[in-house]
């Protein structure tokens, strides 16, 4: 299902939660669950992968986050503000230490001028600690390598987290 590459670098992480004694959760939209089923695609990683959250719509972003109903009518589902009360709300409701979030516009349809399909923002944070956000724009890729960078990129922000 995943490449060798990515397989390699989940176990790594894995790994280096396990060193530290953090779990992790996934909020995803526009990846629709690929995190935690990559985390999970690694034998033993129940130890370390406490939850994932897949609130493609606004509505559960709202009720399963806690992301802001005035955030999402303010700016947007696929917006930096987003993806950090998607990070935020991710580690309030779980037992997690480190959260990862994504919100973008896979394609092929739903792109806009401001905000194209390919555009993806990511955040992750560690509890107690201040959040982080990348904006990724990967172009109209098509769906698959769209959601599938999404991917990669969250696994290299988490890493550098706890590098």
Same mark, same amino acid.
């Given at each position: 299902?995943?490449?060798?590459? /990515? %397989? &390699?670098?989940?176990?790594?992480? =894995? +790994?280096?939660?396990? *060193?530290?004694?953090?779990?992790? @959760?996934? #909020?995803?939209?526009?990846?629709?669950?690929?995190?935690?089923?990559?985390?999970?695609?690694?034998?033993?990683?129940?130890?370390?992968?406490?939850?994932?959250?897949?609130?493609?719509?606004?509505?559960?972003?709202?009720? /399963? %986050? &806690?992301?802001?109903?005035?955030? =999402? +009518?303010?700016?947007? *589902?696929?917006?930096?503000?987003? @993806?950090? #009360?998607?990070?935020?709300?991710?580690?309030?409701?779980?037992?997690?230490?480190?959260?990862?979030?994504?919100?973008?516009?896979?394609?092929?349809?739903?792109?806009?001028?401001?905000?194209?399909?390919?555009?993806?923002? /990511?955040?992750?944070?560690?509890?107690?600690?201040?959040?982080?956000?990348?904006?990724?724009?990967?172009?109209?890729?098509?769906?698959?390598?769209?959601?599938?960078?999404?991917?990669?990129?969250?696994?290299?922000?988490?890493?550098?987290?706890?590098?």
């Amino acid at each position: 299902m995943f490449d060798q590459g /990515l %397989l &390699g670098d989940a176990q790594r992480l =894995l +790994e280096l939660l396990r *060193a530290r004694g953090v779990h992790v @959760a996934a #909020a995803e939209s526009c990846t629709g669950g690929l995190i935690a089923a990559l985390l999970t695609e690694i034998p033993g990683s129940s130890d370390v992968v406490e939850r994932g959250f897949v609130t493609y719509s606004n509505d559960a972003k709202i009720e /399963l %986050l &806690g992301v802001p109903r005035a955030t =999402l +009518e303010r700016v947007g *589902a696929v917006s930096r503000e987003t @993806a950090l #009360a998607m990070a935020a709300g991710a580690l309030v409701h779980s037992q997690a230490g480190l959260a990862v979030a994504v919100t973008g516009v896979a394609g092929p349809g739903g792109g806009s001028p401001d905000k194209p399909v390919g555009l993806v923002h /990511l955040a992750v944070q560690r509890k107690g600690m201040t959040p982080r956000h990348r904006e990724m724009r990967y172009g109209d890729i098509g769906r698959s390598a769209v959601r599938l960078a999404a991917v990669r990129t969250a696994l290299d922000l988490m890493l550098e987290e706890l590098a």
